[in-house]
């Protein structure tokens, strides 16, 4: 499941880069929305990363009690 995550996380990115980037660059405040990515890509990774790094007894709990307790 992490690796198909990843791969779908990649593919967004591509999109992004590909589609939403340009179009942001094509009006006058350029500055604006390099700035927000700049800040947002960062500020967006550390919320993942807290999020994920949860603790274990968590995981059962949104299971309703099927994840295995190792």
């Known amino acids: 499941m992490?690796?198909?995550?990843?791969?779908?996380?990649?593919?967004?990115?591509?999109?992004?880069?590909?589609?939403?980037?340009?179009?942001?660059?094509?009006?006058?405040?350029?500055?604006l929305a390099t700035s927000a990515l700049r800040g947002?890509?960062?500020?967006?990774t550390a919320i993942g990363i807290v999020l994920g790094s949860s603790d274990e007894g968590a995981s059962s709990e949104r299971t309703g009690g099927l994840a295995d307790d190792h």
């Open 2 to 31: 992490p690796w198909a995550l990843g791969f779908a996380a990649g593919a967004v990115l591509f999109v992004i880069s590909g589609e939403i980037i340009p179009e942001t660059h094509r009006g006058k405040p350029k500055g």
């Open 40 to 44: 947002g890509f960062p500020a967006m």
